[in-house]
C-alpha cells in the first residue's frame, strides 16, 4: 500500500511540474494570418487576438500576434515560480518589418521601442485556469499599448 502511495504522489507531482514547464504550450507560430477590422490608436490600449493583424489609424504601424508560449502557474495549482506569458509579434513600421517577443513576467522583456513608439505588452488573456485544460492558441488575445516616445 506504500508502494503505491509514493507511485501516486510522483504521478501528481510529474503533472503539477509539467504544468509549470515553460513548454507547457510551446511557441506556436501562426499560419493564418488574419486581418482585423478594428484600428489601433497611439496612447491607448487595444486587444490583438492570436493570428491577426491590426493597423493604427493612419496605417504606418501594423502589429500582427505571431506566436505564444504560456508557462504561467494555472489557478488551481501551487508552483514555485509564477511562469510567464511570450507573445511573438510582427510589427511593421515604415515598410520595414520587426520581430519581437514580450512576456508578461516582470522581470523580462515587456516592451520594445522601434521607430521612437513603444510597443508594451500589458496583460495576456485568457489566464490558465487549470493543469488539466490546456488553452488553444485560437483563444489568446494580448492586450498592447503604442506610445510615442
Not at 500500500?1 to 507560430?29: R, T
Not at 499560419?31 to 478594428?38: L, Y
Amino acid at each position: 500500500m506504500k508502494k503505491i502511495l509514493v507511485l501516486v504522489i510522483l504521478l501528481l507531482s510529474g503533472v503539477v511540474l509539467y504544468s509549470c514547464e515553460s513548454s507547457f504550450l510551446g511557441n506556436e507560430e501562426s499560419s493564418n494570418k488574419k486581418v482585423s477590422n478594428t484600428d489601433f490608436e497611439i496612447g491607448e490600449p487595444f486587444n490583438l487576438p492570436f493570428g491577426t493583424a491590426i493597423s493604427n489609424t493612419d496605417k504606418s504601424i501594423t502589429i500582427e500576434f505571431k506566436g505564444v508560449s504560456d508557462s504561467r502557474c494555472p489557478a488551481d495549482v501551487t508552483c514555485v515560480w509564477e511562469g510567464n506569458g511570450k507573445v511573438t509579434l510582427g510589427i511593421n513600421t515604415d515598410g520595414v518589418e520587426y520581430e519581437t517577443q514580450l512576456n508578461t513576467h516582470p522581470e523580462e522583456q515587456n516592451s520594445v521601442v522601434i521607430n521612437g513608439v513603444s510597443f508594451s505588452l500589458t496583460e495576456l488573456n485568457p489566464y490558465p485556469e487549470s493543469a488539466e485544460k490546456a488553452i488553444s492558441k485560437k483563444e489568446y488575445v494580448a492586450v498592447l499599448i503604442a506610445e510615442k516616445e
